[in-house]
């Protein structure tokens, strides 16, 4: 990500209460696709038996990272709202370690984004993948 | 002929034991949820803060505090099911959570700036797994603004 690409994306997210508060980092950001990560905390654990963050976390990010990818999205004219969204919990987070999200904004119709996006954590193996549609705003007349 | 406990008894105990539910959970708190009680019936609050914005223009909640938030109510409303017959029956101490296999939301309108509540219902409840549909809303009971409908793997009880 270029120097001017990279502040714009952190004013972009730092505008965002709730991904300030999640302390949500923009990775990576290219037409319709976004990486974002933020990092373990304490105060996000879901199961404190094993310490492993909460699921609304994980949504929060991937959430953040597919809306992020709408805006980001040629066709996109502006703000984007979630229509539906749909995450599948494939194993628990490992403690301790950054999760990071990738979406991809597939299509763009005058009316809806579609996209897609995986969370993982530092290993291979994806924590969660997601589903949605989002709202295109400010493209009708 | 046995005595029935006196009410005070009763609802200091079921109040203790849905505290140590909700509060064992760091993010619950993160997230400032509360629930009330009435009888087994739950209702979780998630009172307004600056921090769930998810849009400083308009302003509305963050969709994904809101799915958050309808994740809790779900997964304690299920852990409340669950282990009512054991807190019924005296037990106290943490209990393992049923844990979120998936989870769907529909986002019917934006999250105003002030309190949300949320109820939820298990509609199916297996030995091994279970779905609860929950339902989230703002000023007006009637008028939703998010609803999800989400799968658990139930916790592994002894005996």
Same mark, same amino acid.
């Not at chain 1, 696709?33 to 909460?54: C, K, M, Q, W």
């Not at chain 2, 105990?13 to 034991?17: F, G, L, Q, V, Y």
């Not at chain 2, 703002?138 to 658990?152: I, S, Y």
């Given at each position: 990500m270029s120097e001017k690409k990279a502040k714009l994306a =952190?004013?972009?997210?730092?505008?965002?209460?709730?991904?300030?508060?999640?302390?949500? =980092?923009?990775?990576?950001?290219l037409a319709g696709?976004?990486?974002?990560?933020?990092?373990?905390?304490?105060?996000?654990?879901?199961?404190?038996?094993?310490?492993? *963050?909460?699921g609304g976390v994980v949504t929060a990010l991937l959430d953040t990272a597919m809306g992020?990818?709408?805006?980001?999205?040629?066709?996109?004219? $502006?703000g984007t709202a979630t229509i539906?969204?749909?995450?599948?919990?494939?194993?628990?987070?490992?403690?301790g370690q950054r999760i990071t999200a990738k979406a991809e904004c597939y299509r763009v119709t005058r009316a809806v984004a579609f996209v897609r996006a995986t969370a993982y954590d530092e290993g291979e193996e994806p924590v969660a993948s997601a589903a949605g549609a989002f709202t295109v705003e400010g493209s009708r007349p | 002929m046995k005595q029935p406990e006196p009410v005070q008894v009763i609802k200091q105990? %079921?109040?203790?034991?849905l505290a140590q539910l909700v509060d064992d959970i760091p993010y619950?708190?993160?997230?400032?949820?509360?629930?009330? %009680? %009435? $009888?087994?019936? *739950?209702?979780?609050?998630?009172?307004?803060?600056?921090?769930?914005? $998810?849009?400083p223009i308009l302003p509305a909640l963050h969709g994904g505090a809101v799915g958050a938030f309808l994740e809790i109510a779900a997964q304690i409303e299920l852990a409340w099911s669950i282990y009512w017959p054991q807190f019924e029956a005296g037990a106290t101490g943490p209990r393992a959570m049923p844990k979120t296999i998936d989870f769907t939301i529909d986002y019917l309108r934006s999250g105003l700036p002030r309190d949300a509540y949320a109820r939820a219902v298990v509609n199916r409840s297996g030995r091994r797994y279970a779905s609860v549909h929950v339902e989230a809303?703002?000023?007006? =009971?009637?008028? *939703?603004?998010?609803?999800?409908?989400?799968?658990?793997?139930?916790?592994?009880?002894? $005996?």
């Open positions: =952190r004013q972009f997210i730092g505008a965002i209460p709730h991904s300030r508060a999640l302390e949500m =980092r923009i990775d990576d950001v696709r976004a990486t974002l990560s933020l990092p373990y905390n304490e105060r996000f654990i879901g199961d404190p038996e094993t310490g492993v *963050l909460h992020t990818a709408v805006v980001s999205h040629p066709q996109s004219m $502006g539906d969204l749909r995450i599948d919990y494939m194993r628990a987070a490992t403690p | 105990r %079921r109040d203790a034991a619950n708190q993160f997230l400032g949820v509360v629930f009330e %009680r %009435r $009888g087994d019936e *739950l209702t979780a609050t998630l009172p307004y803060n600056e921090a769930l914005v $998810g849009n809303w703002q000023d007006n =009971r009637q008028k *939703l603004f998010a609803q999800a409908t989400g799968h658990f793997l139930m916790p592994r009880q002894e $005996g």
